[in-house]
C-alpha cells in the first residue's frame, strides 16, 4: 500500500473511537486496511488511537479487555473533537477510521471538509455489528467518508439502495466483514458442556424483560446441573458501552431467590476466549452470534420477548437460529441455514482471508490519487438546516464545520488545569452513569404510582 506523502517513511494511520466495541471495530479494522496487498512489499505502518471524550469513553479495564488490537497503548489519548480535528490538521495521517455513533461521524466530515486540508487522510467508517435499527438515519450521518464499509453482502445492498433512494453517492459503500472474526472451528470436548449467554447492554432494555432472562438461565443451570452455564456481560457496573445499561445484570443477580446455583457464573473477558470454550451461544440479538457461527459454534437466538425490531432478532428471520428456552430446555439445537449464513459476512466457508481485500485495494487507490477533494456529505446546511447543525453543536461545532468560539482549550493551559478538567470530568460521567442506573429508574416507578 503505497503512502501519499514523503513526510515520513511509515504509512500513518488514526482510529477515533467513543466506545469499547467501537474501538475494538476501529482498531482491528485499520490493521486490515493498512495490511500488505498479496504479493507487496511490506510497509511500516503507525497506527493511533483516539478516543472521543464522552459518557461512553472506555475505561482501561475495558481497553484491556478488548484484547490486542495492534496499537501501543502510548499511542491511545482522549480528545474532544476539536482535539481530533486538530491532530488530522498537524499530524499528517493517510487514513482515519471514524468509528463512532452516526452523528459523530457527521461532525467529523464536516470539521475536516472545514479545515480545507492540501492534503487530506482518506476517510473509512462502518458499523460495529449487526445493523439492525435507524438504518436510512445512520447511513445518511455516515455519507461522505470515502469508505462506508459493509459487514456482509446482505449489508451492502441495504447500504447502497438507501443511498441510492435519495440521490446519494453509493460508490463508497464497500462489502467487507467483522474484522474480529476469527479462532478455531468449534470441536466439542469430552466432558465439556457450556452454555454461554451474550447479554447486550440495552436488548432488552426494561427491568422485567432483564429478570425474566436471567431467571430462565438460571431455571436451565438448575434442569442441567451438569451444564456449565455462563452470562458473559460486556461492562461493569458504573461503566458504559456503545448503549446505556440502566439494569446490569449484576444487581438483579443479588435478588435471585435461593441464590444462583453452583453450575452459574458471571463471566468477563474477551470474547473470543470465551467462545474457545462454549458448546451453544444462545443470545437476543448480540454481534456475539455472528462471531459463533463464524467458527460454526451451535447458536441460538431467542423469542421468548418476540421476534421484534426493537430487539433486534429480526434481523435473524430465515435464519434457523430462532428458538426459545423451552425448546433449549428440553435439549434443542438450531441448525443455521446455509443460504442464510452466505449473506450476512461470517465466512464460515473459509474466505474470510479474503474479505478485506476489496476495501483494501481501494484504500490504495484512494491514497494513490494525492489529494482527494474535501468531504461532501448528504446532509448540508442547504438540504437540513433543522436537523445538521444541532448535530455540529453537540461537537461544539458550528453549522460551517468550523469549531465554536471557545470550544478548544488554549495548549497553554497547563498541567495543573487539565488535571483538574480530568477530575471534573470523571465526576460528572460518574454522576451521570449513577443517575442512568440508580436515580432513573426510581424517577420513572414513582412516575407510574
Not at 449487526?130 to 447511513?139: I, N
Amino acid at each position: 500500500m503505497p503512502r501519499r506523502t514523503e513526510k515520513t517513511t511509515a504509512l500513518r494511520a488514526a482510529v477515533i473511537a467513543d466506545s469499547d466495541t467501537r474501538w475494538k471495530w476501529g482498531a482491528l479494522t485499520a490493521r486490515r486496511l493498512t495490511a500488505p496487498e498479496p504479493g507487496a512489499p511490506a510497509q511500516r505502518v503507525e497506527i493511533s488511537g483516539l478516543l472521543l471524550r464522552g459518557r461512553a469513553t472506555p475505561t482501561p479495564r475495558q481497553l484491556a479487555e478488548v484484547g490486542d488490537v495492534g496499537i501501543d497503548a502510548d499511542r491511545v489519548r482522549e480528545v474532544t473533537a476539536v482535539e481530533f480535528l486538530h491532530a488530522v490538521r498537524d499530524e499528517g495521517y493517510d487514513v482515519v477510521v471514524l468509528a463512532l455513533v452516526g452523528g459523530a461521524v457527521q461532525a467529523m466530515l464536516h470539521g475536516i471538509a472545514a479545515l480545507r486540508l492540501p492534503v487530506r487522510p482518506v476517510l473509512v467508517t462502518g458499523y460495529v455489528g449487526v445493523v439492525y435499527e435507524k438504518l436510512t438515519d445512520g447511513l445518511l450521518l455516515r455519507n461522505g467518508a470515502d469508505v462506508v464499509l459493509a459487514n456482509s453482502r446482505h449489508d451492502a445492498e441495504r447500504f447502497r439502495a438507501v443511498y441510492e433512494g435519495v440521490g446519494a453517492d453509493a460508490s463508497a459503500v464497500t462489502e467487507a466483514a467483522l474484522p474480529f472474526l476469527g479462532g478455531d472451528p468449534y470441536r466439542p470436548e469430552p466432558g465439556r458442556d457450556t452454555l454461554v449467554f451474550a447479554a447486550q447492554p440495552s436488548v432488552p432494555e426494561n427491568r422485567a424483560d432483564r429478570t425474566y432472562l436471567l431467571r430462565r438461565l438460571v431455571e436451565h443451570a438448575r434442569l442441567h446441573p451438569g451444564r456449565e452455564v455462563l452470562l458473559k456481560l460486556r461492562s461493569k457496573p458504573g461503566e458504559h458501552t456503545t448503549h446505556i445499561e440502566e439494569h446490569p445484570y449484576q444487581r438483579l443477580a443479588e435478588r435471585v431467590p435461593g441464590g444462583l446455583p453452583p453450575n452459574f457464573r458471571l463471566v468477563y473477558g474477551h470474547m473470543g476466549e470465551v467462545l474457545d470454550r462454549t458448546d451453544l451461544l444462545v443470545t437476543v440479538s448480540s454481534t456475539a452470534a455472528l462471531e459463533s457461527l463464524h467458527r460454526r459454534i451451535p447458536t441460538a437466538v431467542l423469542t421468548d420477548l418476540g421476534v421484534r425490531e426493537a430487539l433486534g432478532n429480526h434481523h435473524f428471520t430465515g435464519s434457523g437460529l430462532l428458538t426459545s428456552f423451552d425448546h433449549l430446555d428440553a435439549g434443542a439445537r438450531p441448525r443455521p441455514d446455509p443460504t442464510w449464513l452466505a449473506g450476512q459476512g461470517v465466512a464460515a466457508d473459509g474466505s474470510y482471508a479474503t474479505a478485506y481485500d476489496t476495501a483494501r485495494a481501494r484504500v490504495t487507490a484512494l491514497l494513490a490519487r494525492g489529494r482527494l477533494p474535501d468531504p461532501a456529505p448528504y446532509y448540508t446546511p442547504a438540504t437540513a438546516s433543522g436537523y445538521l447543525p444541532g448535530i455540529l453543536a453537540r461537537h461544539h461545532l458550528g453549522p460551517d464545520g468550523h469549531p465554536l468560539p471557545g470550544a478548544a482549550a488554549p495548549r497553554e493551559a497547563g498541567r495543573v488545569r487539565t488535571a483538574v478538567r480530568e477530575a471534573v470530568r470523571d465526576a460528572a460521567r460518574g454522576a451521570y452513569r449513577h443517575g442512568v442506573q440508580r436515580v432513573a429508574p426510581v424517577v420513572r416507578r414513582m412516575g407510574e404510582l
